[in-house]
């Protein structure tokens, strides 16, 4: 019945046939004759054929009684015909029952071969899904213009929101790095590298805390490779009370800090926050940040503490690592997010025997990112933080003085390094 009801209203209403056909595609019908209509309706429109004709061909196209069963008399006006909204919303109706049915085939496949193959390999029934998941996305086909001037067309949109936020990307809640216009932007990579121990972890909840501050309706994911949920939580919770972590753990506190962890609590859970410890392969990272990108709100920030733990099937570490900075640069991409990965530094960088941008095991890190940040400790003073930017493809680098404080709980920004 949707089927024939929207063939009745690209008939009635041909004026409509340019926004109908943007929605539906021939290969969206289910019942062969209604697939048949919709080619010959359109290739009739395209040839400027006259109303009367172009409900001829699609009855032709129907075949006799099939059409007399979808059609009233063309002189006569058909109560049935759909509204402009309706047949709108009937297309859409069609081509997302279209979609499900081809999913749900191509998932049982999917299920067919792994039932039957003794010996599945995990990495590549991953490799598939991701597949399907790219598929199902472009609904089989790039549906993006991408002449210039829908390019155009897109940028003039995309200005158009970043005046109404006041930024280019999303803010990072460090004044310092707003001041110089650093911000999180859609499709970057960021990687920020320092020696063990020097405070990247502590660096990343600060940040993440002051990222939500600013930005309350985003959506992250953090995939801690190091730390366990317990301890991502506490850490979470002593940078917004300034209570010490092992001690919120603990829940041995005074009734006054106990009632403030409690708020603070509560503030937390309404984050759109998620927390990963289990993934740790490349693929099954990729597949997590797609599933959530898919869910209703998509997905903004991504988190990986740290990127040396990631693993692929890749037999030597300078191939896993210069496989996982590609993918993540294009998983970045794909998801018009940001990602950003602690990593440790390579063993030159981290003696400090040059100034170049090198993380530990491949080049392919330091070229893939949009932002590769140094970490290091102040030599004169041991509680201070140095957050250089050394790579920034779209910006200004620098580096920014910050400083530990209450208890190691918090990090506060103090000035920005001159050149």
């Keep these: ?9 690209a008939v009635k209403r041909p004026e409509s046939w340019p926004e109908l056909s943007g929605i539906v595609k021939p290969r969206h019908f289910q019942q062969a004759e209604a697939m048949r209509a919709w080619v010959a309706i359109g290739e009739n429109w395209r040839a400027d054929i006259a109303a009367d004709e172009l409900f001829a061909s699609a009855y032709i196209a129907l075949g006799d009684e099939r059409a007399k069963a979808w059609f009233f008399d063309a002189a006569q006006e058909d109560p049935f015909t759909m509204s402009p909204a309706a047949a709108e919303d009937a297309a859409r109706r069609v081509a997302e029952a279209a979609f499900v049915r081809r999913l749900g085939a191509d998932l049982r496949a999917l299920a067919e071969k792994t ?31 991408n002449t210039i001037a829908a390019a155009v067309g897109r940028f ?12 280019v990307g999303m803010r990072t809640g460090f004044t310092l790095l707003q001041d110089d216009g650093i911000e999180y932007q859609p499709g970057h990579l960021w990687v920020v590298g320092g020696k063990t121990s020097v405070g990247k972890s502590a660096w990343m909840i600060e940040a993440l805390c002051r ?25 979470l919770l002593a940078n917004s009370t300034g209570y010490a972590a092992n001690v919120i753990a603990s829940g041995n506190m005074l009734p006054q800090h ?20 289990m993934p740790r392969a490349l693929a099954d990272i990729a597949a997590v940040c797609r599933r959530l ?59 400090e025997e040059h100034d170049n941008l090198e993380f530990k095991g491949a080049g392919e890190i330091a070229a893939a990112c949009d932002v590769g940040v140094f970490l290091k400790r102040a030599k004169q003073d041991r509680t201070q933080l140095l957050f250089e930017v050394k790579k920034n493809r779209h910006g200004r680098c620098g580096m920014y003085r910050l400083q530990f404080a209450d208890g190691y709980t918090r990090i506060e920004e103090i000035t920005r390094v001159e050149d």
Aim: charged share 30%; hydrophobic share 35%.
């Design 115 to 145: 039932r039957d193959d003794a010996h599945c390999d995990r990495a590549g029934l991953l490799r598939d899904l991701s597949d399907l998941y790219r598929l199902a996305s472009t609904d089989g086909e790039q549906r993006r213009d």
């Design 211 to 235: 990222f939500f501050r600013l930005n309350q309706d985003r959506r992250a994911v953090i995939f801690s490779t190091e730390m366990t949920e317990t301890q991502n939580v506490a850490r």
């Design 1 to 9: 019945m949707l089927e024939s009801g929207l063939i009745r209203a």
């Design 258 to 277: 106990a009632e403030h962890v409690e708020a603070e609590k509560a503030v937390l859970a309404a984050r759109k926050l998620h927390i990963e410890t």
């Design 293 to 351: 990108n898919m869910s209703e709100g998509g997905l903004d920030m991504v988190w990986i503490d740290f990127i040396q733990n990631v693993t692929t099937p890749s037999k030597d570490d300078y191939s896993r690592m210069s496989d996982i900075a590609r993918s993540l640069q294009a998983l970045a991409l794909e998801l018009e997010c940001c990602i950003v990965c602690l990593s440790q530094l390579s063993n030159q960088a981290a003696r």
């Design 156 to 167: 003039t949109e995309t200005q158009r929101q970043n005046r109404e936020r006041g930024s």
